[in-house]
Structure formats: C-alpha cells, structure tokens
C-alpha cells in the first residue's frame, strides 16, 4: 500500500485472528468507530474521511480480506458473509471493543447487516453507506466476477486487467461506482494486490464463490430486531445500488434515519468524503446527546 495514502489513516498495527493475520490503522481518541470497506477495496478508501473525525473519535480502519489486503488468510477460511461477519466480530473481540460504531460500504455493508442481526452485543451504533442488500448481492455489472473466480486463471486475468485505466472506468470494474476517476495511487491500493499476491486470489476466488443473495434476504428479515442507532447515508442517483434500497433498510429498522447525498456514486468515501464525515460526526453527536438525556431522565426518576 502506498504509504502515503495510509499515513492519513494513523498508526499501522496487526493482530493475529483464527481466520489470520489482519493489518489496521488506528487514529485518534473517544468514541470508537470502526470502518468496513467492500471488495476490491481496502483501509486507503477512508484516507480523507478519517482525518476530519479523528479528533474527536478513535479511528480504526482495518485491511479487511476482501480482495485488496496484502495478508492472505489460513487455507479453509470461511469467505461467505457469515464467514466475513465472524472475522469482523472476533477482531472486535481481540481488540476488546465496545460499543462500536461500525460505518459500512459496498460489500462491507452486507457484512456489517450480518453483524447487526446476528451478534450485536459490541455494536453502539451502525452507519450503512451505499452497499450490498436484499437480492443485490452482488450488484449485476460486478456478478463477472463470480464467474472469473472459478479458476486461477480467471482471477489472475482480472487482476492483470485493472492496470489498465481505461478497463477501471469501466461499468464492470469501478466505473460506476464514483462520479468522478479514483485518483490513480488510490486505485494502485485497491488493486495491486489481486494482480501480484496469489494468497489474496485463492482468498477472492473463496470469497466470490461464496457470494450468494440468501444471506442479505435472511439479514433484511432480522433487521427489525437491531434497535440501535443507525444512519443510511445513500447516493442519490446510485448506479450500483438503488436508492429505493436505501429507503428500504432505514424503513426496517426502528431506530434509523436516512439521508442522501448527491454528486457521488456509491464510493461516496471517494466522491464525497468531506460531507461524509460531517454526516457521521453529527450522528454521533446526537446519538451521544440522547444518550445522555436519557441517563439524565433515569436520575431525576430515582
């Protein structure tokens, strides 16, 4: 990863799981907030927004292995989402996390839902950007690589394909996920490692075989059982993930809120990462306020 582009992010460390080793980057203090990235992407997709909330919240931004990290796991490793969901829970175990508020995108979202409605205890809080959900898992312009992930070859000509800028502009790689090019040491991050890391293959080429809607369709059925704080920050005119899908999530769950931005693709992280932040430190900030009023309430009865 190129170093710069992680500097923002805080200090580099790793710990040891069962599934693996996983590299992360912490920065700041208070409030924990844990980010969760997607396929083909990796910690370097929060490098603008972690800089504007590290001074009030402790930023952790792991390389989760979902196609860009640049440490393969144990041969066996479960990739399916519940597999992915047990990584993310057992980090939080390791690290002894509480009261998480865990801030998603793109395939991480789908991962982050498991989370939410399968093993909540260490979760405060939920933020859901642009992301897998319901029968969309994956997204139709991205299901070629379900097929590339049979076979060694496949995912090695994928990988070896993206060098190329014209190929990531286009709708089957990352062309619809910004509104704007992925500047190109950003994109060099996201995806050297699928290209020259045969362990980061054989974890991809698990984890796309493993993909299937079942998992998202059982998550949106518990999703009326996760009564904590959530807020869906949605695209506007997504071209991945519908906008109706945004609605549809914060409609689920008792507790959350939507809101929309405009001029981004589902990369808002990349598109939007200014206003992103904003959005995320004012719900913390009013999550901490009701907090505190009630707690308040509970005094004054006793």
């Given amino acids: 990863m190129t170093a710069h582009l992680a500097d923002p992010l805080g200090t580099p460390r790793e710990i040891e799981l069962s599934a693996g080793p996983i590299r992360y980057r912490e920065r700041g203090t208070g409030p924990t907030v844990v980010f969760l990235h997607g396929i083909v992407a990796n910690s370097v997709l929060w490098r603008r927004v972690v800089p504007q909330l590290a001074d009030r919240f402790r930023c952790i931004t792991p390389d989760w292995p979902l196609g860009s990290h640049e440490l393969g796991q144990r041969a066996g490793t479960d990739m399916s989402l519940p597999g992915l969901a047990r990584i993310v829970e057992e980090f939080f175990d390791a690290l002894d996390l509480t009261d998480v508020t865990l801030v998603a995108n793109d395939t991480g979202g789908a991962v982050a839902q498991w989370v939410a409605v399968h093993d909540p205890e260490r979760l405060g809080r ?90 998202t369709k059982e998550a949106a059925r518990r999703l009326p059982g996760f009564n904590k704080p959530t807020l869906v920050v949605w695209s506007l005119d997504d071209r991945i993930f519908p906008l109706r899908h945004g609605h549809a999530l914060a409609g689920l769950m008792p507790r959350a809120t939507l809101t929309v931005v405009d001029d981004s693709g589902a990369f808002i992280p990349e598109d939007r990462p200014v206003e992103l932040a904003r959005r995320i430190g004012e719900f913390l900030d009013q999550s901490a306020e009701a907090i505190g009023a009630g707690r308040g309430r509970r005094a004054s009865t006793s």
């Fill in 126 to 215: 939920l933020v859901l950007t642009p992301c897998d959900a319901f029968e969309n898992f994956l997204p139709l312009p991205l299901r070629h690589l379900q097929v590339a992930g049979r076979t060694p070859a496949g995912l090695r000509l994928v990988g070896q394909s993206l060098r190329f800028r014209f190929i990531q502009r286009l709708p089957i790689a990352f062309g619809l996920l910004t509104v704007r090019p992925i500047d190109p040491d950003a994109m060099a991050a996201y995806t050297t490692p699928l290209r020259t890391n045969p362990a980061v293959r054989a974890d991809f080429a698990q984890l796309v075989r493993a993909v299937s809607s079942r998992y």
